[in-house]
């Protein structure tokens, strides 16, 4: 992780052992290489993660983005499984009457909503994914069946390409050949 993500939480992380990573650099841990590179969101030392196994998969974590930003979009165009945020629904944000209009802006600018990321796999293809995971679901201003009905309405020739990260449990990720 980041030397500074890490300092500012550093009471949380308990015993462990820490790699720091500087931006684009590649750390190997046995037969995977991980990078992690920015985000857009409106604190210091977000990002998001490549994994690649040696002849295998590539897995691209994206959390944390008010856009898909050209450098996003180049990781996420190697990727084989993606797990993606989708905070928001656009109507359901701007009908919920908890946010103020401050808030609201902030959320627009900071994390990506089910429009962006639905736009963004049409242009890129939705194809070239084993898997798409959305995850980052705000309780408040999207739900899973509004962001999987999307989805599966724009493609559906992939419905079974889409999941939906748990909202509150653990994630258990399990790669099978093909």
């Known amino acids: 992780m980041n030397e500074l993500s ?29 990078k992690h590179f920015s985000t857009r969101h409106d604190v210091k030392m977000s990002f998001g993660y490549s994994v690649s196994q040696e002849d295998g998969p590539t897995f691209v974590y994206i959390t944390d983005s008010g856009l898909i930003t050209p450098l996003i979009a180049h990781y996420l165009s190697k ?20 946010y103020d209009d401050y808030l609201k802006n902030r959320i627009m600018n900071t994390h990506l909503s089910n429009g962006q990321v639905m736009k963004f796999l049409e242009s890129n293809g939705v194809g070239m994914y084993q898997h798409v995971t959305f995850a980052h679901l705000s309780p408040r201003t999207n739900t899973p069946s509004t962001i999987l009905t999307l989805a599966q ?25 093909q």
């Open 153 to 177: 309405d724009c493609f559906p020739d992939h419905k079974d390409t889409f999941l939906i990260a748990p909202l509150q449990e653990e994630v258990e990720v399990i790669c099978q050949d």
């Open 6 to 34: 890490y300092r500012r939480k550093e009471s949380k992380m308990g015993r462990c052992d820490v790699e720091f990573m500087v931006t684009s650099q590649e750390v190997t841990i046995e037969d995977l290489t991980i």
């Open 79 to 98: 990727a084989d499984m993606i797990l993606i945020e989708t905070d928001y629904d656009v109507k359901l944000l701007d009908d919920y009457d908890g």
